[in-house]
């Protein structure tokens, strides 16, 4: 799990972080969050998929870090266009091969759903570069959203992935059905709330993706206490559960602002707290389990 290779990504956003300066990383973290996702989280989800990444990967990458370091120079955006236009193609690849074969196995639309929440992620990514507000949202919403779809979306869907490719029973196909519709729940909520409604849907939707979240929790702390996996593997999903759950009281707690305010649980402290435990400690350390544990397909 600690081998250079392995560590190398780790190097990278931490260099990224060196040169974007603390005054951008005090109010764009997320921004650096949306950076370590593609460069640590998405090839590694990529490769748990069955999709191993090669130099065209890590061109589209640097060019989306290159692109947040000049932010918000106009040039940003077409620094990072590779890296849309290659997570596009990867699940267009994906969807017509389902439509083509009609294999609708559960794994199958997983991965094909998998790298639609990598690309709508990259897409705000593009959005939030390029200075564009999608129905008025303010501008650390949209670069939030990016965020989102790379770790709750992409990372979520990636981990359930393995889980039912690991153990298909009924909890693991249960978990696979959640995590098809519960990205969508939460944006449509957060969208209804944006636009002035009532914000009970997102209250409820994200209660909903709470419970999932919990789910994929407690199948891996199970497989980490019971799975005879390698033992770094099982103590990479331990870790990663501990700070999924905190990531997930955080987020049920920032659901509730309106009936259960809290002064602490705001935007610019969930962006850090919130977002890095999730991205940081959840997204990275259970996918590297995965990818020590070696589903079967994922060889």
């Known amino acids: 799990m600690f081998s250079a290779r392995n560590l190398a990504p780790m190097a990278g956003w931490l ?39 090669g130099y065209g990967y890590w061109f589209a990458a640097a060019g989306l870090a290159v692109g947040y370091l000049l932010y918000p120079h106009p040039s940003a955006v077409f620094f990072a266009l590779p890296y849309l236009l290659l997570a596009s193609w990867l699940l267009l690849q994906d969807v017509l091969n389902l439509l083509v074969f009609r294999k609708f196995t ?94 009970w849907v997102e209250q409820v939707s994200a209660a909903f993706f709470a419970v999932f979240a919990l789910g994929v929790l407690v199948q891996h702390l199970r497989l980490a206490v019971q799975s005879p996996i390698h033992a770094a593997a099982r ?30 649980v705001n935007i610019p402290n969930m962006k850090i707290w919130h977002g890095t435990l999730n991205a940081v400690g959840f997204g990275w350390l259970t996918l590297q389990g995965w990818k020590l544990s070696t589903p079967p397909d994922a060889a």
């Open 235 to 264: 103590l990479a999903w331990a870790v990663g559960a501990v700070c999924l759950l905190a990531g997930a009281a955080l987020a049920s707690l920032y659901a509730l602002r309106f009936s259960l305010p809290i002064y602490w």
């Open 106 to 199: 559960l794994n199958k639309v997983l991965r094909a759903v998998a790298t639609g929440y990598w690309t709508t992620g990259a897409a705000w990514a593009m959005c939030w570069l390029a200075g564009i507000r999608p129905l008025g949202f303010d501008a650390v919403i949209v670069g939030l959203t990016a965020a989102h779809f790379h770790v709750a979306g992409f990372v979520l869907t990636v981990a359930v992935y393995c889980l039912f490719s690991y153990q298909p029973d009924r909890v693991n196909r249960l978990l696979g059905g959640a995590a098809l519709i519960g990205m969508p729940l939460v944006a449509t909520g957060i969208t209804l709330t944006q636009l002035g409604y009532s914000p």
């Open 15 to 53: 260099l990224f972080l060196l040169l974007a300066g603390h005054e951008f990383l005090l109010q764009h973290w997320e921004g650096a969050l949306v950076v370590f996702a593609a460069l640590a989280l998405v090839p590694t989800g990529l490769q748990l998929l069955g999709v191993f990444p």
